[in-house]
């Protein structure tokens, strides 16, 4: 989308992953194979993220890697990307009896992760990167994004 911020690119991938781990929550006891299951969501949710996370480190975090004032918090945030990195590998090797619990742990993890990226983060970040910076981060996350989506896992239409 042209002229869109990364910041506002990040916010609306936050609020799909959010909707996403509603609708696997509430898809629990529900048919557990095929498509629409619980598992067939979290696959598609897992490959999300990882495309999410890679383009994002790729893209603003490199960004603030490069500046002293926010090289703290983006070490920060690459570990709590990590963690969720290894707690989606533990959904992903779930027996359907134990999913929705881990799916439970994953997704608060990711939920303290997106307020903390999107106070403090965000924050730090906007008085480092002007706009015209934000618009080209964006840009670059998109494409970073499309290239990682279109890598292996579920490729959808
Ligand atoms: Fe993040």
């Known amino acids: 989308m042209a002229g869109t911020d990364i910041f506002q690119l990040l916010e609306k991938d936050h609020r799909e ?3 996403l781990f509603q609708r696997i929550l ?3 006891g529900e048919q ?3 498509m629409g299951s619980p598992m067939a969501l979290m696959n598609q949710l897992a490959h999300m ?3 999410h996370m890679a383009a994002e480190e790729r893209t603003l975090y490199a960004s603030l890697m490069d500046n002293s004032k926010t090289r703290e918090i983006v070490n920060e945030s690459r570990k709590e990307h990590e963690e969720a990195r290894g707690l989606i590998n533990e959904v992903a090797a779930s027996q359907s009896n134990v999913l ?3 799916v439970e742990v994953l997704q608060q993890a990711i939920q303290h992760h997106v307020q903390e990226e999107e106070g403090r983060l965000f ?3 906007r008085q480092v990167i ?7 981060i964006g840009s670059r996350f998109e494409q970073e994004k499309s290239r990682e989506m279109g890598m292996g896992g579920t490729a959808r239409t």
């Open 100 to 102: 929705i619990s881990r």
């Open 17 to 19: 992953v959010e909707q």
């Open 32 to 34: 557990t194979t095929g």
């Open 123 to 125: 924050r730090e970040a």
């Open 26 to 28: 509430s898809s629990r």
């Open 130 to 136: 002007d706009q015209q910076m934000a618009s080209q």
């Open 49 to 51: 993220l990882k495309a």
